[in-house]
Structures are given as C-alpha cells and as structure tokens.
C-alpha cells in the first residue's frame, strides 16, 4: 500500500491493544453530547459502560462503529490507519471502521418476513458475498451454540423475546468483527428473559470475544467486566475495575449513581 492509501495500517508498538479512541467530541446542533472520551480497548477484554440517561454512552458506541462521525478525536483501530475527524474522514475510512465491529441493539430489529437463518446470513451473503452454502453452515452452527438450533427455520414473531435477541447476537457474531458493541442489549425484554441474554453474552466473553457494553445491568458487569466507565454529562467521570468502581467509586456522581441502581 502506499503511504497516501486511506486504508494503509500504521504501526502500533502494542499490539494488544485492539482500539484506542482519544478526544471523541460529538455534537448535535448545539447540543455538545462527548465531550473528549478517551477509550483503550485490548483484545479479549470486555468494557462496560454504565452512567445516567442521557450522558452519551450509545452515542460513544456508534461513534466507534462508524454510525456517527465524530467532531474531533481520533479512532485508531488495529489493522486499519488512525481515523483522525478534525478533518474530513474519506468514506473507505468509514465503512472500514463499521466493518470491523459489529452491534447488537437494544430491538433486536430483525426482518420480520425472513426466518431466523435468512436474518443471520443476511449480512455475510450480501454485504460481505461469502458464499451461500458457507455462510448458512456458519449460521447453524452459531445458533447451534446458543441454544437456538431447532428454531433456524421459525420466523422471528414465533420467537420469545429473549430467543429474538439471542439471534441478534448471532446475526452480529456471523459478520465475524473483532469488536462487539452491544448497547443496552437486555432492556427491552421482560425481566424474566433478560438473564438467558445476559448469559450468552457472558459466555461470548469467556470465549475471548473482545466486546464494549452499555448497561444497566451492574450484576453482569460486576461479573464479566474487565473495566468499568462511568460516564455523565459526556465525559467518563471514572473507570476502574468493577470491584474498585462498585465498593470504592472515588467520585461523588458515581456515587451517586450507584445509590440510585442498585
Ligand atoms: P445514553 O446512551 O447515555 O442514554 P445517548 O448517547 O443516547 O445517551 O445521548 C446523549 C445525548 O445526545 C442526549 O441528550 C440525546 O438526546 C442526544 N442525541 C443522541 N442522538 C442524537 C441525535 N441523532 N440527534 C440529536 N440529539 C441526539
């Protein structure tokens, strides 16, 4: 590649470090919503993100999956160049971020009139023209692992919500990215379905998934998380291990927080 490709890699003195973001500030209108987010993310490693309503935290994973285009800050993802926004982002840029995580969303949004196999190699045979009989060998063997081999051929209304959303996460697992991003993945379902979710998520990461969550759930992040962030008014107030953040926050506003979830 040339040294004026968009999409040549630089060199990282750690490779370990799968995403490192630094000074991401994103506005709408006005409405200044990041106000410089500095996040390092290592291979393997499951980040969460906690914080009120309100304080950016979805906005902070659409940013890294390309959805939105920051106002400035850079986004240097391993295998790629580093994404600087002060200035203009060439689109190969872009869609090679969104290409390399994927997102689970909190409405699972499958297509209603495909089956649960027609939502999963979706993606793959479109987008990324992988071959129709590999694709859905990989899609059966996904749903396979999550308990959802025998409903392959069922439509996603038969579905519990819980199953819906184990096939969301399958369909994002089949575009095999190195990074999962899932935003508050359990907080449309009736409580009784959210820990079957929280389950496959937790097994994802023992699996050595590299993934960054955004949740209400401090249980599973006490569990699964390697480090936690605490995010209000668009800036990460704390982060630390789960076990400092949840019994020792530093901070008075997570404390705060705290006080009010749990
Ligand atoms: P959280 O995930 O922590 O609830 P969000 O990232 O969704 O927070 O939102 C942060 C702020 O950005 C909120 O004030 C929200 O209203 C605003 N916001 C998010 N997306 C948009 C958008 N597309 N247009 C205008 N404002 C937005």
Known sequence: MSPTDPLAPVERPDDSVLLSARGIRKSFGDNEVLRSIDLEVRRGEVVVLIGPSGSGKTTVLRALNGLETPGAGTIDFAGGPVIDFAAPVPKAQR?????????????????PHMTV?????????RVQKVPKARAVAEASALLDRVGLAEKRDAYPFELSGGQQQRVGIVRALALKPQ????????SALDPELVGEVLQVIKELADEGWTMVVVTHELSFARQAADEVLFMDGGVVVERGAPGTIFTNPTHERTRRFLDRIL
């Open 117 to 125: 196999l027609q939502n999963v190699v979706e993606g793959p045979v």
């Open 95 to 111: 869609y090679a971020l969104r290409d390399r995580s994927a997102m689970v969303f909190q409405q699972h949004n499958l297509f």
């Open 179 to 186: 990074l999962l991003l899932f935003d508050e993945p359990t």
